[in-house]
């Protein structure tokens, strides 16, 4: 009987100590396990202020555990030899609706609406939902959550893009797989707000000037609302609003002007804004400067024009061609003049294009250093999570990402990206490149075989060989590779499979003919890959820079802003 009382005991003692951990249970059999991985031999960026050589890393357990030169490696932890590789932190996008719910507008009416559609509590404009509260509508995205982890982040700051006031915003992970209950990395990180009033229907604001008349307004009512001894009303949205203005302000804007309109009601209330800017600031840095403000900026540089039709292209307004010549000054503009800012995929049509525009801003100026701070510690402080991530420390989640080198370079191939220790992989770092030509042999048949493209995605074809429909397929999944080819006359495919060797890239195998016949087959490469050269450009590549930002801004500006200039911002 003792011994069943100690089981017992011992059960409610392993039970109780679980269910601090999480209040969530497990079907099947819960993975408990507490593995250590180690990272051993690599370039460790642990900031953009610190870079540690041949550095150890230790995971465990979603956090790091120990960082340096000098760490003992325990007994039994996974070891992974990173020589050659370098590891950043993971980046942190501090402006993104990952995760969140369209809004929708209110059923049409067919009169005009003046009153709140709201039911409930409620302030009386539908502009203004400061009691929004982003993590109580979030559920991760894991498709999403995919693109994102492919470009290199690990955290972002998720709002609701949904009025003037737009109610509280969360930082999350991008672990989605896990659950919505693991991803919090801070519920509550920042108040949003903005002109736009969004998917409200309501006659009011029906102006930028409305707009900024209502924000006003409210910040009076609400002062009002808080000191008030006599009010007879409760009011949940002037409470809401309230109680979040002690959280960071993110104030999103739409273009320069707009930035300062808002820094004047700022002023006017004494709040520093943080300004989610446009792209287009770099046409008034010096009043960007005066703000005193933190800046998240987007990479939305406009693409090129189609100027092959005569009559369009004469049809290109000055300004829209100036400010796609200059728009990539942006970032590095900020980082000359000294104001904080950082970076962020919003406003990208497509985020794949964010990498290309990251490199194209470093290439106008933009230091590699300041593109680094943007993308971690900056939005990690601006967002009071760098306590949290945002640099590779001893305490901090196990959020980074391991590259083939300096990630910024045209070359550079992000491997693996993990998150909350979760290991994601983006590319198989110990892909065999299996491109060169090769003298093949298929079932005692003499073929020469040339294996193009990209490292990732080769492609073959077969010398003097025309009976063949299409390329040849060649596919490498370790040092597994397999090769298909298909005739054009009868549309029946030979395939191969075998074993290639990762230092020779000498292969060999089994594979089937069209009827089913089983052949052996083998290839040795007689010539290495050789990229056809591309044609140089000799002209020195023509890249503006802040000395040519006219001014005003349009057709017959001047280079050099004079007190004869009338601008046309008009507050």
């Not at 709140?116 to 939902?129: E, F, I, Q, T, V």
């Not at 077969?462 to 370790?478: A, E, L, Q, R, Y």
Request: glycine share 8%; aromatic share 10%.
């Amino acid at each position: 009987m003792k011994k069943l009382l100690c089981v017992i005991s011992a059960f409610a003692v392993l039970h109780g100590a679980q269910a601090q951990l999480t209040t969530f249970q497990t079907n099947g059999a819960p993975d408990k396990r507490h593995t250590v991985f180690a990272f051993t031999n690599a370039h460790i960026q642990a900031d953009a202020e610190t870079v540690i050589g041949n550095g150890t890393m230790l995971v465990q357990d979603g956090m790091i555990t120990d960082i340096g030169t000098t760490v003992n490696i325990p007994k039994g932890a996974v070891v992974y030899d990173m020589q050659g590789k370098w590891i950043y932190p993971s980046f942190i996008d501090p402006y993104t609706t990952y995760g969140m719910p369209e809004p929708k507008r209110s059923p049409w009416t067919p009169g005009p609406q003046y009153f709140s559609a709201r039911d409930g509590a409620y302030g009386w404009n539908d502009a203004l939902k400061p009691e929004t509260d982003a993590s109580a509508v979030f559920s991760s995205d894991k498709k999403a959550a995919e693109e994102m982890r492919g470009l290199g982040f690990g955290t972002v700051m998720v709002y609701s893009n949904d009025g003037i006031a737009r109610g509280t915003a969360s930082c999350v992970t991008l672990n989605a797989e896990d659950g919505d209950n693991s991803v919090f990395v801070k519920q509550k990180v920042a108040n949003c707000l903005s002109f736009d009033k969004g998917t409200s229907r309501q006659e009011y604001p029906s102006s930028l000037m409305g707009a900024i008349a209502l924000l006003r307004q409210t910040y009076y009512d609400a002062d009002w609302y808080r000191t008030a001894k006599n009010r007879k009303e409760f009011n949940l949205s002037l409470e809401a609003w309230n109680n979040v203005q002690s959280l960071p302000q993110i104030f999103e804007t739409t273009d320069k002007w707009n930035v300062l309109r808002a820094d004047k009601v700022g002023d006017e209330f004494n709040i520093q804004y943080i300004f989610k800017g446009s792209g287009n600031e770099y046409q008034r840095m010096n009043e960007m400067k005066n703000t005193n403000a933190s800046f998240i900026l987007p990479l939305n540089f406009p693409k090129a024009f189609d100027v092959s039709d005569p009559y369009d292209a004469e049809q290109i307004a000055y300004t829209d061609l100036k400010h796609w010549e200059m728009a990539p000054l942006n970032p590095g503009a900020f980082e000359k003049y000294g104001i904080n800012f950082a970076l962020t995929t919003s406003d990208l049509e497509d985020k794949k294009d964010f990498w290309e525009n990251l490199r194209k801003a470093i290439k106008f100026g933009l230091s590699e250093k300041a593109a680094l701070k943007a993308l971690t510690t900056v939005p990690a402080q601006l967002l009071g999570i760098a306590d949290k991530t945002g640099a590779l420390k001893k305490g901090l989640l196990a959020n980074f990402i391991i590259t083939n080198g300096n990630v910024f370079t045209d070359d550079a191939v992000i491997w693996e990206n993990w998150v909350k220790g979760k290991q994601y992989i983006l590319r198989d770092a110990n892909t065999v490149d299996v491109r060169g030509t090769y003298s093949m042999t298929v079932g005692g048949n003499p073929m020469t075989l040339d294996v193009e493209g990209d490292i990732f995605k080769p492609r073959g074809s077969f010398k003097k060989i025309d009976s063949i429909k299409g390329p040849v397929n060649v596919s490498c999944d370790g040092n597994r590779v397999d090769i298909s080819w298909t005739y054009k006359k009868s549309g029946t495919t030979v395939l191969l499979t075998g074993l290639i060797d990762p230092k020779t890239k000498a292969m060999s195998g089994s594979g089937q003919e069209p009827d089913g016949t089983w052949i052996k087959w083998s290839a040795t490469q007689t010539a290495p890959f050789t990229p056809k050269p591309e044609p140089k450009d000799t002209t020195a590549p023509d890249i503006p820079s802040l000395d040519d930002v006219i001014y005003p801004f349009a057709p017959f500006g001047r280079t050099i802003k004079d007190s004869l200039e009338i601008d046309r911002f008009q507050m």
